[in-house]
């Protein structure tokens, strides 16, 4: 069965250094999507993609964040500079069209120290 | 302002038991999502609604578009049913899923 695969499964970083999640969509799906959940709290929507651009994205997603899907089949979050409070689970999505369902990755857990 | 509620917040079952859990939102919504969360913290799919039911195995999902409510049902529930289960909306003219709180779900054998 098809999945989105992300990795790393879990990186540890500095305050204020650069961070790279990766996430490989499922293959002919046409969204694309970021949440983020900090511990114990409930998921939140950090971005969409569509069409080689955002579509939509939250307030949480400030100039510190940034997405690209530089071939084709990786999506990518970046986070420039990153801050305690970036500490979270950050979960990648994607789906077909806008009548299906997303599915989404395992996670990758960020911890910022 | 935009919410999504689920009730309970927490739930214990022993196993067999018949387990519902609630959803509610606030305004009109395109599509409902029903998710699962292992304590690893993986999100799976379980069912998307736009109206009516949806049954899978022994999980079934009910919506009710003009109370909008949804409720998750899981029939003969088993200790590998504990998870945290998750109601989550697409608003319309938003690409967007906004998630509710969870329900934490403990069933022992």
């Known amino acids: 069965e098809p999945e989105v695969t992300q990795t790393p499964s879990h990186q540890v970083t500095q305050m204020g250094q650069e961070v790279i999640l990766r996430c490989v969509p499922i293959s002919n799906h046409l969204y694309f999507y970021w949440y983020r959940q900090i511990l114990g709290q409930k998921v939140e929507f950090l971005v969409s993609?569509?069409?080689?651009?955002?579509?939509?994205k939250s307030e949480i997603f400030d100039d510190q964040f940034s997405v690209e899907r530089p071939d084709g089949s990786n999506f990518t979050l970046k986070i420039r500079s990153t801050k305690l409070e970036d500490s979270a689970m950050y979960f990648c999505?994607?789906?077909?069209?806008?009548?299906?369902?997303?599915?989404f990755g395992q996670g990758t857990r960020l911890t910022v120290v | 302002k935009n919410e999504v509620e689920q009730s309970p917040q927490n739930l214990t079952a022993q196993e067999g038991e018949f387990i519902t859990i609630n959803c509610s939102y606030s305004v009109g919504i395109s599509a409902l999502h029903w998710l699962q969360q292992h304590p690893g913290g993986g999100i799976v799919s379980l069912f998307m609604?736009?109206?009516g039911k949806k049954k899978h195995g022994r999980l079934i999902a009910t919506i009710n578009i003009q109370e909008k409510h949804s409720s998750l049902h899981i029939t003969a529930s088993h200790p590998r049913d504990s998870a945290v289960y998750i109601c989550a909306v697409r608003y319309y003219n938003t690409d967007k899923l906004i998630f509710g709180t969870g329900t934490r779900l403990q069933v022992f054998p």
């Open positions: 609604l736009s109206s």
């Open positions: 993609f569509y069409n080689n651009e955002i579509s939509e």
């Open positions: 999505a994607s789906r077909g069209d806008q009548s299906t369902e997303a599915f």
